[in-house]
C-alpha cells in the first residue's frame, strides 16, 4: 500500500499542479499539494505500522485518500480529464483493495468531500483541458492503471499458490505428513479407473501396528505418536515415488502400489517389516515392535473403492488370525 500511494499521489501531484497553475490559485493550495503527495504516504505508511490492527486504519487511509481526490477536483474546477481519472483511479483501488464496501464508502467520502469544497469555493467549472494538463494526466493513466494490474497479478498468484498449499494440507495427515484417507481415496478410485482401461496389477497394502493399543495404554499417546511417526517414515523410504502411503486411522495404514505384480507387493512388505524389526526407538527394548500386512489385488470386479479397501482388510484380518507379525496376500 506504501509504494501505490506514493506512486498514486506524484502521479496525481502531475496534472492537479498544472491545472492549480492554470487557474492562478494561491500558493498555499500548492503547497498543500505537495504535502499530500510527498508527506502524507510516509504519515499512513506510519499509522497503519503502529496501530494494533493495521488494516483498519489503513482502510481509514484509503478513506482519506477518497476525501483528498474530492477536495483536489474541487479545486480544479472539475477540470473533466484529470478529475475523471482520479476519481476513476481512487474508487478502481479501493475496489481491489477492499471490493466494493470499501468502494461505496470511498465514493461517499470523495463525493461528500467534493461537494462541501466546491460549495465553498463558489462552485467553479472550467471545462477546458489543456495540451500541459493532458500531457501531464497520461502517465497517472497509464503507469498507475498498469502497477495496479501487477499488483493485483501478483495477489492473485498469491492467493493461487496459498490455495495450492491448503489443498495439499487437507490431503495430508496433520500428525504424520503423509496422505491421508480423503488423498488416499481419490487416488484409489483413479487407479480402478486406469485399470479398467489399461489391463495390470496393482495391490493394496494394508498396514497394522500390533499392540498398538496396549502400547497407548501403557506408555501414553505421546509414546504411541512417536511409533506411528516411526513407521510413518519407513513406510515412506520404502516405496517408490509412485506409491502412496497413506494412514486410514489410528495405527491403520494403507499403501496404493500402482503397476506392481503381488511378489514385487510381497517383497516391498518384507522390506518394511525387516525395517520395523530393528527400530531402537521403543517405549519398552524388551518389546518388539511387529506390524501385521495383508495384500490385496485388483480384481475386476472391484466397482468401489470401499471393496478393494475391503479386499485388504479382509487379508489383515487373515494376518492377525494367524498370529500378528504375517504377511498375507490374495
Not at 495496479?148 to 504424520?176: F, H, Q, Y
Not at 499392540?211 to 513407521?231: A, C, P, Q, S
Request: charged share 20%.
Amino acid at each position: 500500500m506504501y509504494l501505490m500511494r506514493m506512486l498514486g499521489t506524484f502521479l496525481c501531484f502531475l496534472p492537479i499542479l498544472s491545472v492549480l497553475i492554470e487557474h492562478h490559485q494561491p500558493k498555499f493550495l500548492q503547497v498543500l499539494l505537495a504535502m499530500n503527495a510527498f508527506i502524507w504516504p510516509t504519515v499512513a505508511y506510519v499509522r497503519a505500522m503502529r496501530s494494533p490492527i493495521p488494516r483498519q486504519v489503513e482502510q481509514q487511509n484509503l478513506l482519506w485518500d477518497a476525501g483528498a481526490g474530492g477536495f483536489w477536483i474541487a479545486m480544479m474546477a472539475v477540470n473533466p480529464l484529470p478529475s475523471v481519472t482520479i476519481a476513476t483511479i481512487l474508487l478502481t483501488d479501493r475496489l481491489s483493495a477492499g471490493g466494493k464496501a470499501l468502494m461505496r464508502r470511498a465514493a461517499v467520502m470523495l463525493l461528500a468531500c467534493f461537494a462541501v469544497s466546491w460549495a465553498l469555493s463558489g462552485m467553479p467549472f472550467n471545462g477546458y483541458v489543456s495540451q500541459r494538463t493532458m500531457l501531464a494526466t497520461l502517465p497517472l493513466i497509464s503507469l498507475y492503471v498498469l502497477a495496479l494490474s501487477l499488483l493485483t497479478d501478483g495477489i492473485a498468484v498469491k492467493l493461487r499458490l496459498k490455495s495450492l498449499e491448503l489443498e495439499r494440507i487437507a490431503m495430508l495427515d496433520p500428525l504424520l505428513d503423509i496422505a491421508n484417507r480423503r488423498l488416499l481415496e481419490q487416488r484409489i478410485a483413479w487407479e480402478l479407473i486406469r485399470l479398467k482401461q489399461n489391463c495390470g496389477h496393482s495391490l493394496l497394502m494394508f498396514i497394522d501396528l500390533d499392540n498398538f493399543k496396549e502400547i497407548n495404554d501403557r506408555f501414553g499417546h505421546k509414546v504411541g505418536d512417536v511409533m506411528l511417526k516411526t513407521v510413518s517414515q519407513i513406510l515412506q523410504m520404502a516405496t517408490r515415488a509412485t506409491d502412496t502411503p497413506a494412514r486410514l486411522g489410528g495405527d491403520e495404514f494403507v499403501i496404493l502400489l500402482p503397476d506392481t505384480s503381488l511378489e514385487e507387493g510381497r517383497s516391498i512388505a518384507q522390506r518394511i517389516m525387516d525395517a520395523t524389526a530393528v527400530v531402537t526407538e521403543r517405549p519398552d527394548h524388551r518389546q518388539t515392535l511387529t506390524l501385521s500386512i495383508g495384500i490385496a489385488d485388483a480384481l475386476p470386479e472391484m466397482l468401489e473403492v470401499s471393496d478393494w479397501l475391503q479386499a485388504a482388510d479382509s487379508a489383515l484380518y487373515e494376518a492377525k488370525r494367524r498370529g500378528k507379525n504375517q504377511i498375507f496376500a490374495h
